[in-house]
């Protein structure tokens, strides 16, 4: 790349050109100006403070020592790459499939490893990263143990250890040993319909930007659907809705917008039988969780007023408070993003409107907008006859499954 000695504005114009980005697709995806991203580039504005560079970084795809070059390495970063690197250790080992003998290794009985999951995936929740990135290698390490010493016993705790792994690395920037994660949890989950199901929403996160992920997605909620409408567990029902919630953003995110309505509303359906104030398996789905779901698809549309409106009613809502703070931060990231392109189009937000911020305490947003669904607040379950389990197929949850599906409806 042109050696060490090579300028952050230099290595910032090389790495966005190998994207195949322009100045504006790769501004936009900053929340700055075509402006900034030129004079950056060309070293009149300078990169100093590290969470912009983290930023950049970030929208580049690439480690943030990448981007600083091998000759600036901050604390910081070369710790964090420490731990990032002992959790790639632990993810190298073959325990599991060369069947390494545990005589003379401790291995932690089921409840204590199953509090020690939970504590890890609360660690994640609360937005705690560093000191989950401590916690991951040895988790990793004892959940091996586990699955040698007794494979069926130990194939949940494999799972669940990789599933909040692949959820760290995500927000880490580590996209190969994400996906990597995500798929060993996709393998271990082969053969339990719930498993599967919670992999997969792991793996939509990694390949949010891939296209083709949609159709994996929507096959995975096909697993997990329960064939009776006027059945079916929470459990399911946030494990299905939350992977159609994947799918949507994949679509959104591919400019697809009514496909991306279409499936934020099967998923508010959903959401509708669940309620906010639930984690089931870890999805922390619910009513709240879809709307944060429309203003992340309104945001990657590129509609800044539309994700300005729903975010400022969802914040109103009781359920708001019941997500997780690391979903909490991610949408406020995703409504920032908003404002900005509601700024640069020149369209007021409902925010400067204190009548409006009224209603977003009392009621539903009213119908209409762009393809991120027609009513900000999930419908009330429909009447037996109607409920989208038995219509017949109108999305993409219905159309992409086997005939057999259909069927049962």
Known sequence: MGGDSLPI????????????????SFADRLGKSKSWVDKVERGVRPLERMSTIRDVAAALRVDTATLLGRDVRPAEVAERDAGVAQISAALSTYEMVLGRATAGRKVLPADRLARALGHAWTTYQQARYPRLVELLPGLLTEVHRAHVRDPEAGRAAVVQAYRVTAALLVKRDEGSLAWLAADRAMSA???????????????????????????????????????????????????????????????????????????????????ARVGDGHDHHRTGFGPAAVEAGRVTAA?????????????EEVIGWDGWRWLPIEHRAAHLVDAAR?????????????????????????GPAPPGGTGVGRSARPRSARPHHDHPARRQPRTALTTAVPARRVEHR
């Open 299 to 311: 945001v990657e549309l590129g509609d800044g007023p539309q994700a300005v409106a729903r975010h």
């Open 189 to 271: 989950a082969v053969g339990d319909r719930m498993f599967l199901a919670g992999a997969a929403v792991q793996l939509g996160q990694v390949l949010r930007a891939a296209a083709r992920a949609r159709s994996v997605m929507l096959a995975a909620a096909y697993q997990i659907a329960p064939t009776d409408p006027d059945g079916g567990t929470p459990q399911e029902w946030s494990l299905c809705g939350s992977l159609l919630v994947q799918a949507a953003l994949i679509a959104a995110r591919a400019g697809d917008d009514r496909a991306a309505g279409d499936l934020l509303d099967e998923a508010a359906e959903m959401a």
């Open 338 to 362: 908003g404002y900005l392109l509601a700024g640069r189009s020149g369209q007021r937000g409902p925010g400067a409107d204190p009548r409006r911020q009224h209603r977003a305490r009392r």
């Open 9 to 24: 504005g230099r290595r910032v114009a090389y790495l966005r050109v190998r994207r195949k980005l322009s100045q504006q």
